[in-house]
C-alpha cells in the first residue's frame, strides 16, 4: 500500500475546515440539548446518555487545559495534589488539544499554539546522560520530570513506553495540524524531528525485545516488554522508525509471551489490568486488521479488548470476594490510587489494601483490593458503548456527591474500606467509604481520547494516515481492513 503525507494541503479542504468551526462552535454551547458536532458515529443514545457523555469529555478535557503548565506545556501526574510532571500524561495532554478544538472546548488557534509550545520545548530540551542536567537521552524522556523546567525527577528511570505515548500525542497532532500557516507547519516539523530523533535501537539491550528504561546511576533497566500489555504501541512506534528502527522480529518475540485463557466465558489474550487493554487502542485502530497471532485465533485486538472489558464486568457482578458495591453499576479494576498499603478486619473479615496500584482481574492473574477507577469502565467505551454508558451513570448517580467534581470523575473509590485511620490519598467519608480526592493524567486522558474514537473516530482516522503508524504496524505482520485499502487520495 502507498502512504501520502500532506505537507500543503489543498486550499479547499483546509477551507472546509475553517468553515465548519462555525457548527463545531455552535454544538459546543447546545451540550444539554444533545447535539454534538458533525461526523458523529451512529449511536442509538438517548438525550440524556448523549449530554452525560458531553459533560463528562468536556469536563476530564478540561483537567489539560487548565493543569498543563502554561510555559513548557507539561501535564502534572495528578492535581490538585502538587505534583511533578508526567511525560506519558503529556502525550495523552498533545492527542487531547485537537479533539478540544473539534468539539468546540477551545479554538483551532489555541490548540495549536498549546501543542506547539509543548513541542517546541521537547526539541530544546537538553539532552544528555547527566543525571541532573537533563530531560533525557538518545531521543529518549525521563518517565517524571519537574513542571517548570522539564529536567529528572528525583532518581526516576528513562521511560521507553512514557516516550512512546508522548511520541504518538506528537504523531497525532502532526497529521491533524495540516494548516497551510508558519504554526500549524512548525507543529508537523517538530514532531518529526522528536520522533525521529528517538534511539529505539539503543533501547534494545537484549535485542530483539524492547527493554523498560535507563538510568544514569545503572544503565539499562534489567526487563524487556513481552507479552500482552501496553507495550503494543510501543514496539509498533519503534518497528516504524525511519531512523533507529528495530527487527520484525521484535513483535514476535513480543507476542510470544502471550496468555490465550478464558476468563468468566470470554477467551482472550490476558492482562489483568485494563490500562493494558486501552493504552495502545487511544491512539491506533485495531478494529479489522490482524497480526499472525490474532489471524490465529480468530479476532483482532479490538475484540480482544472488548472480551476483557465484559470479562472484568462478570467478575464485578461474580464479586468472589464479596468487596462492597461490585456489579452492574460499579467495575474496573486498572491502575490508579488506593487508600492505604495496609491489612485491616472489616465486618470480621480481613482484607488488605494498597495505594497506587496496578489492580486487575484476568485469568492470569487478580489484584483486587476492592478499589474501582471510573478511567477503567469510561476508557473502554469504544468497546462497549451500550455497557459502559449506563455503568458511569449509575456511578455518578451513587457516588456524585463524593466521586464526581470539576473535571469529571475522580480517580478511584473504594465503598469497602469504610475505616477510621489515616490514609495516603484522598479521603474516608463516613458510612460510604473512600474517595480519591485528585485526578490522574494518565488516567483522564483515555477518557477524553476513547469517547472521542466512538463518536467522530477522529484519533483513529487522523492516525491512519500517519507513515510511520502504518509502517510499524506493516512490518509488525498486521494486515486488512483499513492496512489494505489505498490512502493516496486527499
Same mark, same amino acid.
Given at each position: 500500500?502507498? &502512504?501520502?503525507?500532506?505537507?500543503?494541503?489543498?486550499?479547499?479542504?483546509?477551507?472546509?475546515?475553517?468553515?465548519?468551526?462555525? !457548527?463545531?462552535?455552535?454544538?459546543?454551547?447546545?451540550?444539554?440539548?444533545?447535539?454534538?458536532?458533525?461526523?458523529?458515529?451512529?449511536?442509538?443514545?438517548?438525550?440524556?446518555?448523549?449530554?452525560?457523555?458531553?459533560?463528562?469529555? @468536556?469536563?476530564?478535557?478540561?483537567?489539560?487545559?487548565?493543569?498543563?503548565?502554561?510555559?513548557?506545556?507539561?501535564?502534572?501526574?495528578?492535581?490538585?495534589?502538587?505534583?511533578?510532571?508526567?511525560?506519558?500524561?503529556?502525550?495523552?495532554?498533545?492527542?487531547?488539544?485537537?479533539?478540544?478544538?473539534?468539539?468546540?472546548?477551545?479554538?483551532?488557534?489555541?490548540?495549536?499554539?498549546?501543542?506547539?509550545?509543548?513541542?517546541?520545548?521537547?526539541?530544546?530540551?537538553?539532552?544528555?546522560?547527566?543525571?541532573?542536567?537533563?530531560?533525557?537521552? $538518545?531521543?529518549? /524522556?525521563? $518517565? /517524571?520530570?519537574?513542571?517548570?523546567?522539564?529536567?529528572?525527577?528525583?532518581?526516576?528511570?528513562?521511560?521507553?513506553?512514557?516516550?512512546?505515548?508522548?511520541?504518538?500525542?506528537?504523531? /497525532?497532532?502532526?497529521? &491533524?495540524?495540516?494548516?497551510?500557516?508558519?504554526?500549524?507547519?512548525?507543529?508537523?516539523?517538530?514532531?518529526?524531528?522528536? &520522533?525521529?530523533?528517538?534511539?529505539?535501537?539503543?533501547?534494545?539491550?537484549?535485542?530483539?525485545?524492547?527493554? @523498560?528504561?535507563?538510568?544514569?546511576?545503572?544503565?539499562?533497566?534489567?526487563?524487556?516488554?513481552?507479552?500482552?500489555?501496553?507495550?503494543?504501541? !510501543?514496539?509498533?512506534?519503534?518497528?516504524?522508525?525511519? *531512523?533507529?528502527?528495530?527487527?520484525?522480529?521484535?513483535?514476535?518475540?513480543?507476542?510470544?509471551?502471550?496468555?490465550?485463557?478464558?476468563?468468566?466465558?470470554?477467551?482472550?489474550?490476558?492482562?489483568?489490568?485494563?490500562?493494558? @487493554?486501552?493504552?495502545?487502542?487511544?491512539?491506533?485502530?485495531?478494529?479489522?486488521?490482524?497480526?499472525?497471532?490474532?489471524?490465529?485465533?480468530?479476532?483482532?485486538?479490538?475484540?480482544?479488548?472488548?472480551?476483557?472489558?465484559?470479562?472484568?464486568?462478570?467478575?464485578?457482578?461474580?464479586?468472589?470476594?464479596?468487596?462492597?458495591?461490585?456489579?452492574?453499576?460499579?467495575?474496573?479494576?486498572?491502575?490508579?490510587?488506593?487508600?492505604?498499603?495496609?491489612?485491616?478486619?472489616?465486618?470480621?473479615?480481613?482484607?488488605?489494601?494498597?495505594?497506587?496500584?496496578?489492580?486487575?482481574?484476568?485469568?492470569?492473574?487478580?489484584?483486587?483490593?476492592? *478499589?474501582?477507577?471510573?478511567?477503567?469502565?469510561?476508557?473502554?467505551?469504544?468497546?462497549?458503548?451500550?455497557?459502559?454508558?449506563?455503568?458511569?451513570?449509575?456511578?455518578?448517580?451513587?457516588?456524585?456527591?463524593?466521586?464526581?467534581?470539576?473535571?469529571?470523575?475522580?480517580?478511584?473509590?473504594?465503598?469497602?474500606?469504610?475505616?477510621?485511620?489515616?490514609?495516603?490519598?484522598? %479521603?474516608?467519608?463516613?458510612? @460510604?467509604?473512600?474517595?480519591?480526592?485528585? &485526578?490522574?493524567?494518565?488516567?483522564?486522558?483515555?477518557?477524553?481520547?476513547?469517547?472521542?474514537?466512538?463518536?467522530?473516530?477522529?484519533?483513529?482516522?487522523?492516525?491512519?494516515?500517519?507513515?510511520?503508524?502504518?509502517?510499524?504496524?506493516? %512490518?509488525?505482520?498486521?494486515?486488512?481492513?483499513?492496512?489494505?485499502?489505498?490512502?493516496?487520495?486527499?
Amino acid at each position: 500500500m502507498r &502512504y501520502f503525507k500532506l505537507q500543503n494541503p489543498a486550499s479547499a479542504r483546509f477551507l472546509r475546515r475553517r468553515s465548519s468551526l462555525w !457548527l463545531v462552535l455552535l454544538c459546543g454551547w447546545l451540550l444539554g440539548a444533545g447535539c454534538s458536532p458533525p461526523k458523529e458515529a451512529a449511536f442509538s443514545f438517548s438525550a440524556n446518555e448523549t449530554a452525560f457523555i458531553n459533560e463528562l469529555q @468536556h469536563r476530564t478535557f478540561n483537567f489539560f487545559w487548565e493543569q498543563c503548565d502554561p510555559v513548557t506545556g507539561l501535564t502534572p501526574d495528578r492535581a490538585p495534589t502538587e505534583s511533578f510532571a508526567s511525560i506519558s500524561a503529556t502525550g495523552f495532554a498533545l492527542t487531547t488539544y485537537p479533539i478540544g478544538a473539534e468539539r468546540g472546548y477551545v479554538t483551532r488557534e489555541q490548540a495549536a499554539e498549546r501543542v506547539l509550545r509543548t513541542l517546541r520545548f521537547f526539541a530544546t530540551a537538553p539532552m544528555g546522560e547527566h543525571p541532573s542536567e537533563a530531560a533525557g537521552t $538518545h531521543g529518549f /524522556f525521563y $518517565h /517524571f520530570v519537574h513542571l517548570d523546567t522539564g529536567l529528572r525527577f528525583d532518581k526516576v528511570e528513562l521511560s521507553t513506553i512514557d516516550t512512546a505515548q508522548l511520541m504518538a500525542g506528537a504523531l /497525532f497532532c502532526q497529521e &491533524y495540524f495540516d494548516g497551510a500557516d508558519a504554526r500549524e507547519d512548525s507543529i508537523r516539523t517538530l514532531a518529526e524531528q522528536l &520522533y525521529r530523533a528517538v534511539d529505539w535501537q539503543w533501547a534494545s539491550p537484549r535485542a530483539p525485545m524492547i527493554g @523498560h528504561g535507563w538510568g544514569p546511576e545503572h544503565g539499562h533497566l534489567p526487563y524487556d516488554y513481552g507479552g500482552y500489555n501496553e507495550a503494543a504501541l !510501543l514496539y509498533i512506534m519503534a518497528l516504524g522508525s525511519p *531512523t533507529y528502527p528495530v527487527e520484525p522480529e521484535a513483535w514476535d518475540t513480543f507476542t510470544a509471551g502471550y496468555r490465550w485463557e478464558d476468563f468468566y466465558g470470554y477467551e482472550h489474550i490476558n492482562f489483568a489490568p485494563l490500562f493494558g @487493554h486501552q493504552f495502545s487502542h487511544c491512539w491506533i485502530d485495531f478494529r479489522g486488521i490482524r497480526d499472525a497471532y490474532c489471524r490465529e485465533k480468530g479476532i483482532d485486538y479490538f475484540e480482544n479488548s472488548r472480551r476483557a472489558a465484559l470479562g472484568q464486568r462478570a467478575y464485578a457482578i461474580d464479586n468472589p470476594s464479596g468487596f462492597t458495591g461490585y456489579g452492574e453499576r460499579m467495575w474496573g479494576l486498572t491502575a490508579c490510587d488506593g487508600p492505604v498499603h495496609g491489612t485491616f478486619e472489616i465486618d470480621g473479615v480481613e482484607r488488605s489494601f494498597e495505594t497506587y496500584w496496578a489492580r486487575g482481574a484476568a485469568a492470569t492473574e487478580i489484584r483486587d483490593d476492592g *478499589t474501582i477507577c471510573p478511567s477503567a469502565s469510561a476508557a473502554s467505551i469504544a468497546f462497549i458503548p451500550d455497557v459502559v454508558v449506563p455503568t458511569l451513570m449509575a456511578l455518578r448517580e451513587d457516588h456524585a456527591a463524593h466521586l464526581w467534581s470539576e473535571y469529571g470523575f475522580l480517580d478511584a473509590l473504594n465503598p469497602t474500606f469504610n475505616v477510621d485511620v489515616p490514609v495516603q490519598h484522598g %479521603r474516608v467519608v463516613p458510612g @460510604h467509604g473512600w474517595y480519591d480526592t485528585d &485526578y490522574l493524567g494518565i488516567d483522564q486522558g483515555p477518557i477524553v481520547i476513547m469517547i472521542e474514537n466512538l463518536r467522530s473516530e477522529l484519533v483513529w482516522k487522523t492516525l491512519r494516515r500517519n507513515p510511520h503508524i502504518g509502517r510499524g504496524l506493516e %512490518r509488525a505482520g498486521f494486515t486488512g481492513g483499513w492496512l489494505d485499502e489505498t490512502t493516496d487520495q486527499p
